[in-house]
T-cell receptor, first 113, second 110 residues
Framework: DAGVTQSPTHLIKTRGQQVTLRCSPK?????VSWYQQALGQGPQFIFQ???????QRGNFPDRFSGHQFPNYSSELNVNALLLGDSALYLC????????????FGPGTRLTVL | QQQVKQSPQSLIVQKGGISIINCAYE??????FPWYQQFPGKGPALLIA?????SEKKEGRFTISFNKSAKQFSLHIMDSQPGDSATYFC?????????FGAGTRLTVKP
């Protein structure tokens, strides 16, 4: 039973560029949440996707957008990258809305130069 | 935006000792309180979780104590082992909107 997978593992971009991160949820899960974890900090909620729609959003600008596909996998897109966007981006999956048990992937380490 | 405060930032415990990490939350609408363990280079892994209708939950060496009136909860790790050395995060959630504490780096010395 595959857990949550994310790709790529590491990514280096320059300011102003755009990036796309990918996530495949745990088998049987239909809800995907994205988090940003800065070095030495706890994860911060970006948004959640369920039934291919963004259902909830944290305090992140519109430069952060996402998508969920019919197979429940998801993408996180970040436009106009800033140095401050350097972080570990975590994807978590869960089953259904309103359930709180989330399983995290290993993350994508994004470095913006 | 911080709604969950976690302490201490770091903790050093001898092997076999008890590790205690504390968290306090502000929003009484939170209804799910998990603890996650994170090793370097890995994503957080769910350890144990509690809902506010229960004051204590134990799973193996890990126990959550929950004080609803004080809006505080804590993680106790009994018989701490060097393999427990990791960063621990508390979190509070409502409708899958999960807010994390800043983390506690636990070191268990052999």
């Amino acid at each position: 039973d595959a857990g949550v997978t994310q790709s790529p593992t590491h990514l280096i971009k320059t300011r102003g560029q755009q990036v796309t991160l990918r996530c495949s949820p745990k088998s049987g899960h239909d809800t995907v949440s994205w988090y940003q974890q800065a070095l030495g900090q706890g994860p911060q909620f970006i948004f959640q996707y369920y039934e291919e729609e963004e259902r909830q959003r944290g305090n992140f600008p519109d430069r952060f957008s996402g998508h969920q596909f019919p197979n429940y996998s998801s993408e996180l897109n970040v436009n106009a990258l800033l140095l401050g966007d350097s972080a570990l981006y975590l994807c978590a999956s869960s089953l259904g809305r309103g359930t709180d048990t989330q399983y995290f992937g290993p993350g994508t380490r994004l470095t913006v130069l | 935006q911080q709604q969950v405060k976690q302490s201490p930032q770091s903790l050093i415990v001898q092997k076999g000792g008890i590790s205690i990490i504390n968290c306090a939350y502000e929003n009484t609408a939170f209804d799910y309180f998990p603890w996650y363990q994170q090793f370097p280079g890995k994503g957080p892994a769910l350890l144990i979780a509690i809902r506010p209708d229960v004051s204590e939950k134990k799973e193996g060496r890990f126990t959550i104590s929950f004080n609803k009136s004080a809006k505080q909860f804590s993680l106790h790790i009994m018989d701490s082992q060097p393999g427990d050395s990791a960063t621990y995060f508390c979190a509070a959630s409502m409708n899958n909107d999960m807010r994390f504490g800043a983390g506690t780096r636990l070191t268990v010395k052999p």
